[in-house]
């Protein structure tokens, strides 16, 4: 299933993701792309390939649409929704980032159920658990560049330890822009 994770730190908040697909214990790509930048927003989706693909292409949708409307920055409130709403009809689960009406980073995690949760620290995917143990690690107040190297590290233990979780990843950093 592969693995995605996502920090909130001082800053910004750095979400990454494995590039692995399995099917039934098979390798068939180390190749897909799970973590997705939407310039006011970011996304890391856990799931079936073409449920990724599709949640990205409608997802960019959406927030396009919405900067067209409201000729504003779309905050994590709305991107959160949106993002559960899709996951729900496509059945992905995955990770947002954006920003609070006061320009700080956030991260939310959505699922296919409509959760939203805000979290300053998560994984999903196959290789979650093992994630967990080293996210408990995570500082609110560290850098961003200090982030990107623990979600790297984190990644590549989860490699080492889970089948379905890849070495090649994707890092993507989210700044505030307060």
């Given at each position: 299933?592969?693995?995605?994770?996502?920090?909130?730190?001082?800053?910004?908040?750095?979400?990454?993701?494995?590039?692995?697909?399995?099917?039934?214990?098979?390798?068939?790509?180390?190749?897909?792309?799970?973590?997705?930048?939407?310039?006011?927003?970011?996304?890391?989706?856990?799931?079936?390939?073409?449920?990724?693909?599709?949640?990205?292409?409608?997802?960019?949708?959406?927030?396009?649409?919405?900067?067209?409307?409201r000729?504003?920055?779309?905050?994590?409130?709305?991107?959160?929704?949106?993002?559960?709403?899709?996951?729900?009809?496509?059945?992905?689960?995955?990770?947002?980032?954006?920003?609070?009406?006061?320009?700080?980073?956030?991260?939310?995690?959505?699922?296919?159920?409509?959760l939203?949760?805000?979290?300053?620290?998560?994984?999903?995917?196959s290789?979650?658990?093992?994630?967990?143990?080293?996210?408990?690690?995570?500082?609110?107040?560290?850098?961003?560049?200090?982030?990107?190297?623990?979600?790297?590290?984190?990644?590549?233990?989860?490699?080492?330890?889970?089948?379905?979780?890849?070495?090649?990843?994707?890092?993507?950093?989210?700044?505030?822009?307060?």
């Amino acid at each position: 299933m592969a693995t995605v994770l996502g920090i909130r730190c001082d800053g910004g908040a750095v979400l990454a993701g494995d590039r692995r697909a399995t099917v039934d214990g098979t390798v068939r790509s180390d190749a897909v792309r799970r973590v997705f930048d939407y310039d006011d927003a970011a996304a890391a989706v856990a799931g079936d390939v073409g449920a990724i693909e599709e949640f990205d292409r409608r997802f960019d949708s959406e927030l396009r649409g919405d900067r067209l409307e409201r000729d504003e920055p779309v905050h994590i409130d709305r991107i959160a929704r949106t993002a559960a709403d899709l996951a729900g009809e496509i059945g992905v689960d995955g990770l947002v980032a954006g920003t609070d009406s006061d320009g700080n980073a956030a991260l939310r995690e959505i699922g296919s159920d409509g959760l939203v949760l805000a979290s300053d620290a998560t994984a999903l995917g196959s290789g979650a658990s093992v994630a967990y143990g080293r996210l408990e690690d995570a500082d609110a107040e560290a850098s961003l560049d200090d982030t990107e190297t623990l979600a790297r590290e984190t990644l590549s233990v989860v490699a080492e330890r889970d089948p379905d979780t890849g070495s090649d990843i994707d890092v993507l950093r989210f700044e505030g822009t307060a």
